[in-house]
């Protein structure tokens, strides 16, 4: 395609969206004002209607979000509480344990010789 083509091209989509805008004017200038006042009532209603939708799910949203946050605080609470203390000491006095051994077989490895 050449420029001129090109060029003819999108003259022709701005033509097709002029006559569009125009074709709407025209609807909208053949209105008197009272149609256009309820027109314009009609559609505020309609974007009312849809907001006040979004925010009963907002809210309803909102609720169970509360009742979740609260479900898992009690849980918390019930875990801390079923826990006893003296395991956690056992269980961090085992994993000292556990490294110490560990470290052990890392000093002995060390001192390991390779003759040929």
């Not at 004002?33 to 799910?57: D, N, P, T, V």
């Amino acid at each position: 395609m050449s420029d001129r083509d090109l060029i003819i091209e999108r003259l022709e989509k701005k033509l097709a969206e002029k006559e569009k805008e125009i074709r709407e004017l025209r609807k909208v200038a053949g209105m008197s004002i009272e149609e256009l006042k309820s027109e314009i009532i009609r559609e505020i209603s309609e974007e009312l209607g849809k907001l006040k939708a979004l925010e009963a799910k907002v809210a309803e949203l909102n609720k169970t979000v509360e009742s979740l946050m609260n479900e898992v605080l009690y849980l918390k609470a019930e875990i801390a509480k079923s826990e006893p203390k003296s395991r956690d000491i056992r269980e961090i006095s085992e994993i000292t344990e556990r490294e110490e051994k560990v470290e052990e077989r890392k000093d002995s490895e060390d001192e390991i010789i390779v003759c040929d």
